[in-house]
Structures are given as structure tokens and as C-alpha cells.
């Protein structure tokens, strides 16, 4: 795939540019930890959980 140039530069705040984040609403504790964990095995998280009361997230 041919480099954009997007890593060559800044975006503007709200510009069209690469998504670095993405949410998601898991349906369970247990969905949760499926969707950790296959993240885990694809080398896109290292795994640790944020803790911020009634709503956990992970890099």
C-alpha cells in the first residue's frame, strides 16, 4: 500500500487523518476479556486495564 503522507504530518483537530483510538461497548465482563485478550494475541494492546469505576478500557 502506497505511504499517504498522514505520519509526515500534523492533522488538524477534527481533520480527516488516521484513527490512532476507537471505542466500543462491550456486552458482558466476560465480552470484555474475549475482545482484551484477542487484542492481547495480535500485538495491539499490552493488556492493562484502565479502572475508572463503571467504565474500564484498555490501550
Avoid at 488538524?12 to 485478550?37: K, N, V
Wanted: glycine share 14%; aromatic share 10%.
Amino acid at each position: 500500500m502506497p505511504c499517504r503522507g498522514y505520519a509526515t504530518g500534523r492533522t488538524p483537530m477534527w481533520g480527516r487523518g488516521r484513527i490512532d483510538h476507537f471505542g466500543l461497548q462491550a456486552a458482558s465482563p466476560e465480552a470484555f476479556a474475549t475482545i482484551r485478550q484477542r487484542l492481547i494475541d495480535k500485538g495491539a494492546s499490552d493488556g492493562t486495564v484502565n479502572d475508572f469505576g463503571a467504565v474500564h478500557t484498555f490501550p
